[in-house]
């Protein structure tokens, strides 16, 4: 027999409160129309990147929704090496690595010209070999280059690792008059061997809208013109 704790003028209370919940559990099936905006709104009222976060006491400005869904990638595809160009999350993914005593971070600056060959050269020996390599392009690679950084860098990705393009979600341009997104869908145009992991952005809210790429098949990779660009094979 259930016991019964609300008595007198506490029942009704009770009683209110649990119409409230069936009230709130009905509401819990909203439209696709009404998710769409409560994701708009939420993105629009969040303090964005500028406003860092904190990770063991060093900032990140990364989205901690999608610091979550890192180590998700991370422990899922066993990365051996994740290489994090210009992203503020790269002391996180480090440390992520040091608790599972797996996979190693090949940091790349902010300001670095991340498609200098030798740098390129240094990227490609540490994942020559490696079965499990995902990539993470910050906002700070700089909008004007991000088609040569994918194009120069998703040949590192194995398959079923991950290409990862931070900050899509805004509408800002390039000085060539393309946006980040813009820049993405025309690498996947391209590039079939990627599609887009929306499974990703399970939690509504994420700074890369569209941007978390999922390597399907190999690719073969071909020096041209100083840069490496690929082809499906």
Same mark, same amino acid.
């Not at 629009?44 to 929704?65: I, K």
């Not at 210009?86 to 690595?97: G, R, V």
């Not at 050269?121 to 994918?150: F, K, P």
């Given at each position: 027999? *259930?016991?019964?704790?609300?008595?007198? *003028?506490?029942?009704?209370?009770?009683?209110? !409160?649990?119409?409230?919940? @069936?009230?709130?559990? @009905?509401?819990?099936?909203?439209? =696709?129309?009404?998710?769409?905006?409560?994701?708009?709104?939420?993105?629009?009222?969040?303090?964005?990147?500028?406003?860092?976060?904190?990770?063991?006491?060093?900032?990140?400005? &990364? %989205?901690?929704?999608?610091?979550?869904?890192?180590?998700?990638?991370? /422990?899922?595809?066993?990365?051996?090496?994740?290489?994090?160009? #210009?992203?503020?999350?790269?002391?996180?993914?480090?440390?992520? %690595?040091?608790?599972?005593?797996?996979?190693?971070?090949?940091?790349?600056?902010?300001? &670095?010209?991340? &498609? #200098?060959?030798? !740098?390129?050269?240094? =990227? /490609?020996?540490?994942?020559?070999?490696? &079965?499990?390599?995902?990539?993470?392009?910050?906002?700070?690679?700089?909008?004007?280059?991000?088609?040569? $950084? !994918?194009?120069?860098?998703?040949?590192?990705?194995?398959?079923?690792?991950?290409?990862? $393009?931070?900050?899509?979600?805004?509408?800002?341009?390039?000085?060539?008059?393309?946006?980040?997104?813009?820049? $993405?869908?025309?690498?996947?145009?391209?590039?079939?061997?990627?599609?887009?992991? /929306?499974?990703?952005?399970?939690?509504?809210?994420?700074?890369?809208?569209?941007?978390?790429? @999922?390597?399907?098949?190999?690719?073969?990779?071909?020096?041209?013109?100083?840069?490496?660009?690929?082809? #499906?094979?």
């Amino acid at each position: 027999m *259930r016991a019964t704790f609300a008595v007198g *003028r506490y029942q009704r209370y009770a009683a209110r !409160l649990r119409e409230i919940g @069936r009230r709130a559990g @009905r509401r819990l099936y909203i439209s =696709a129309g009404q998710e769409r905006f409560i994701v708009s709104e939420f993105r629009r009222s969040y303090p964005g990147s500028d406003v860092a976060a904190w990770w063991m006491g060093r900032a990140a400005s &990364t %989205c901690p929704l999608d610091l979550w869904i890192y180590q998700e990638i991370a /422990h899922e595809t066993r990365a051996e090496v994740i290489v994090a160009l #210009a992203t503020s999350s790269a002391h996180c993914l480090t440390d992520l %690595c040091r608790m599972t005593s797996r996979g190693e971070v090949l940091s790349i600056d902010p300001g &670095t010209d991340v &498609t #200098a060959l030798d !740098l390129l050269g240094v =990227a /490609h020996a540490a994942t020559d070999g490696r &079965t499990s390599v995902t990539v993470i392009i910050g906002s700070t690679a700089g909008d004007d280059q991000l088609a040569e $950084v !994918l194009d120069a860098y998703s040949t590192l990705v194995t398959v079923d690792g991950y290409l990862v $393009v931070e900050d899509t979600q805004g509408a800002v341009a390039s000085p060539r008059g393309v946006s980040r997104s813009q820049t $993405v869908d025309a690498f996947l145009d391209r590039n079939s061997s990627f599609v887009v992991d /929306h499974s990703r952005e399970k939690f509504y809210f994420t700074f890369n809208p569209g941007g978390f790429l @999922r390597r399907q098949r190999p690719l073969r990779a071909e020096i041209a013109s100083g840069f490496i660009h690929q082809t #499906a094979s």
